[in-house]
């Protein structure tokens, strides 16, 4: 038994620095602090609400509908956090913005991914839940995407994510000196003959945490680097940007038709004019 020396979840949140009031809406989780201006740049309006370690936060409009916008760093744990303590400020749809690495070969640098689910090669989320446990993007977050980037005319593809606990050795790199990781050819092929799309190293965490928490979460990531043709150009990442919050619009619009239709899920019978 433990004492109550301390409970980081009392008004503001423990790392986030947010407390009830300061966000509405869905929440895009970039990685890095510097993209969430990026993001935000593509939207109507928006503010800072807060800054602290890896976590910075703006919240504004998109098309009149209101989001946000959370840094989470790189990784599974510190998302996991930004997951836990954005939804106690009651944050309830979540859309992972990041990059990635392709591993099939038409998936071009500068393409979109659009994740429907994940394989869960990080740790974080085994703490939470037995392994076999899936990480499924909620079908909403990926209808929501998939209109933004057909609206937007991005090129994209839709499958399957492997997120990672290693941006080398966990996605089949050589490490420092060539090191190379037992099993990292025998990995990669595996992954890419089942057709995973991408490595990534957050995706899989954010949704099982949504999922087991009764919330919706999604993912779009920018090809960076493509592993079958060798490329690699850090370029495309405001399609991305402009594709998620376009989703995050999208979604608070399908949350009005199911209210005024009476219904609890989307679906082919309702419709979203432009």
Known sequence: MTGDSEDPNDDEQYHVELADGDIEGPVLLPGDPDRVEIIAD????????????????LAGTYDDEPLAVTSTG?????AA????ELARIGAESFIRVGSCGAIQEEASVGDLVITTAAVRQ??????YVREDYPAAAADEVVTALVTAAERLGHDYHLGITCSTDSFYAGQSRPGFEGFRAAGA???????????????EMEASAILTLSS???LRAGAVCTVYA???????????????????SLAAALLSKMD???????????????SLSE
């Open 42 to 57: 593509c939207w109507d309006e928006y503010r800072e609400r807060a800054s602290h370690r890896e976590y910075r936060t």
């Open 74 to 78: 790189i990784g599974s744990p510190s």
């Open 81 to 84: 956090i930004a997951v836990e």
């Open 122 to 127: 990080e740790g974080t989320s085994d703490e």
């Open 185 to 199: 050819e025998e990995r990669i092929e595996g992954l890419q003959e089942a057709g995973v799309l991408n490595f």
């Open 212 to 214: 087991l928490y009764g």
């Open 226 to 244: 493509n592993r079958v043709t060798g490329e690699f150009r850090t370029e495309g990442q405001r399609k991305a940007a402009e594709t998620a």
């Open 256 to 270: 009005k038709r199911k209210a005024e239709a009476g219904v609890d899920h989307w679906h082919a019978g309702l």
